[in-house]
């Protein structure tokens, strides 16, 4: 079934903030601390889980990258003392990213960039859209393509 005229164009606009967004966003982040998009959400998504650690798949899949993507991220991050990896307490073969006091000052720096980043060139355009029923309809398309996406890896 071709799509109406009103869902292509909904389509069509969401592929732009999709693609345009991140790198907004990306750039405000990085004229300001220094710091990458994929990094920010790394160490953002670690601060908010309990004790600031979580397995890598787990990690992968909140941050919206395969497996792969977040082991580079990782990488990178604790090369720089942001993050460190330990052995999952529950699991000797699994292991979990944990965010360290610097990633958390890292991250301290960062947040106002990215908040007033995110407000400036997404939130203040949706108006009075009803967030919460967009917001419950994007989490359950990306978790539908995420789930597919990181098995793949």
């Not at 941050?63 to 999952?88: K, P, Y």
């Not at 393509?145 to 098995?151: E, K």
Request: hydrophobic share 45%; aromatic share 2%; charged share 25%.
């Amino acid at each position: 079934m071709p799509l109406s005229d009103e869902e292509k164009a909904a389509y069509r606009a969401l592929v732009r903030v999709i693609l345009a967004a991140p790198r907004a966003v990306a750039a405000d982040i990085a004229a300001e601390c220094g710091l990458g998009l994929s990094d920010y959400t790394a160490i953002e998504t670690l601060s908010e889980a309990p004790g600031s650690e979580m397995r890598m798949t787990e990690l992968a899949l909140a941050c919206g990258v395969s497996v792969s993507g977040i082991t580079r991220i990782v990488n990178r991050l604790e090369g720089e003392g942001l993050m460190l990896r330990a052995h999952s307490p529950g699991d000797a073969r699994g292991t979990v990213a944990v965010l360290t006091e610097a990633g958390r000052g890292s991250l301290e720096r960062a947040r106002q960039a990215h908040l007033a980043s995110v407000r400036r060139h997404l939130l203040d355009h949706l108006g009075d859209l009803d967030l919460a029923r967009f917001t419950l309809s994007m989490e359950r398309a990306a978790d539908s393509l995420l789930h597919q996406y990181v098995r793949q890896e």
